[in-house]
């Protein structure tokens, strides 16, 4: 096939997984891996930064690499240059940053179509560029330099999201949202990653993987973890530590205290051949969109524990694990419960693995994507699978 007649899409997240890992990026990178493995010219594109992470370099994908500047002005003219240079059709961009209303202006001269995926139940409102700024102020109203560059940044998301091709969300929050503050329709896709063979024995190790934040409270999984210290189970917490040294510290001190193996940061595979022999994935999150470890977690049957998050009330519909509504101490007698119960662990393995088949496989994600591009993309998809 003349490689000219691929069809070409770009993915634009806050940093290629390389540099740095968030559910956001690796769920990006799936994605791109998937499109070329449907026959795409794939592309990612983002900032460089000084370290880099091994496991995600893909022979079939461009990465494509720009100096990071102050101004963000400055920095979408980089990308610019980029996207027309390697004649992209289609931008996949999972931020929330006002560089969306850029990149949909751009795309009217240039003629490429952009996808606005949202990262998260916090980020997908009408201020969802500068949310993160405004709650770091210590003051709110009233005029100033600031608001008003806030309001700016705003309005030029806005009009991205008003003109987006596609608009992806994570579950129904999302959607609820983007119709409240926008009046506009939206698709829910599950985050979703290719299906393993069902592991056939799982050894009792209860996990907690994420890149660490305050948002993800690990230390309740500390908590919960010494509190069942005296029934026998391993609990792994994986993740990068908190970028705050002395927040990194004072977790590090609670590990030590409690009854936890402290893993850091551990790339795809070795997450994957922890998963193999995993019981239990418990989430502490005050809020997500679909966490990846939950892709992950029901991928290999493993039911999920989670303290606050259930999107779409997906673990309690399709009966995935348990859910606390905020409740540690429910949470911890929830678990341990669970933890002794064979049976009834085993059902819910099975719910989860039946799920992530029918709602998580991401050949079938990509095919309902490629499915908003025309017959020429589907040709082309079709063609390569043929």
């Known amino acids: 096939m003349n490689k000219d007649r691929r069809k070409r899409i770009c993915f ?43 496991g995600f370099d893909d022979p079939n994908i461009t990465e494509l690499f720009y100096e990071g500047s102050r101004i963000g002005f400055f920095n979408h003219i980089k990308v610019l240059k980029l996207l027309v240079a390697n004649k992209i059709e289609i931008i996949f961009f999972r931020n929330n940053t006002f560089q969306l209303g850029l990149l949909v202006l751009s795309g009217r001269l240039y003629k490429w179509r952009t996808i606005w995926s949202v990262k998260s139940d916090l980020t997908c409102g009408k201020d969802a ?3 993160r700024a405004r709650n770091n102020e210590s003051s709110n109203g009233g005029f100033s330099i600031r608001n008003l560059q806030y309001a700016i940044e705003d309005k030029i998301f806005g009009y991205g999201v008003k003109n987006s091709y596609t608009i992806l969300v994570q579950n ?11 009046n506009l329709d939206s698709t ?27 948002m993800k409270q690990p230390e309740l999984f500390c908590e919960i973890a010494q ?3 005296n029934r026998g189970y391993r ?11 002395e927040k990194a510290d004072n977790l590090l001190e609670l590990v030590a205290k409690s009854n936890v193996q402290y893993l850091g940061y551990q790339s795809l595979d070795s997450i994957r051949e922890i998963l ?78 039946n ?5 998580l496989n991401i050949k079938r994600s990509v095919s309902s994507l490629i499915e908003n591009f025309g017959n020429e993309a589907k040709e082309i998809s079709n063609r390569i699978r043929c």
Not at 188 to 199: C, D, E, F, M, W
Not at 317 to 338: C, F, H, M, P, Q
Not at 355 to 359: I, L, R, T
Request: glycine residues 6%; charged residues 25%.
């Open 276 to 353: 193999r022999s995993t019981r239990l994935l418990i989430n502490t999150s005050q809020f997500e969109g679909f966490p990846n470890s939950f892709v992950q977690a029901f991928t290999y049957g493993i039911p999920v524990a989670s303290l606050n998050v259930d999107p779409d009330g997906i673990i309690e519909k399709y009966s995935l694990g348990i859910v606390a509504n905020g409740d540690v101490d429910r949470l911890t007698i929830e678990v341990g419960k669970l933890l002794e119960n064979n049976d009834r662990w085993q059902q819910l393995s099975d719910n989860c693995y």
């Open 355 to 359: 799920f992530a088949k029918e709602k």
């Open 227 to 229: 509190r069942l210290s």
């Open 12 to 54: 634009i997240t806050v940093r290629h997984p390389s540099f740095g890992v968030g559910g956001s990026e690796v769920q990006s990178f799936l994605y791109a891996k998937e499109f070329a493995s449907q026959g795409w010219d794939v592309y990612f594109l983002s900032k460089i930064h000084k370290e880099k992470i091994e």
């Open 235 to 245: 609990f792994l917490l994986i993740g990068s530590n908190y970028k705050d040294k």
């Open 188 to 214: 829910v896709l599950y985050s979703s990653a290719k299906i393993p063979i069902k592991p056939t024995k799982a050894e009792n190790m209860v996990v907690f993987i994420a890149t660490i934040k305050y």
């Open 172 to 182: 129904n929050y999302q959607y609820d949202v983007i119709k409240r503050d926008f």
């Open 129 to 131: 560029a500068t949310i």
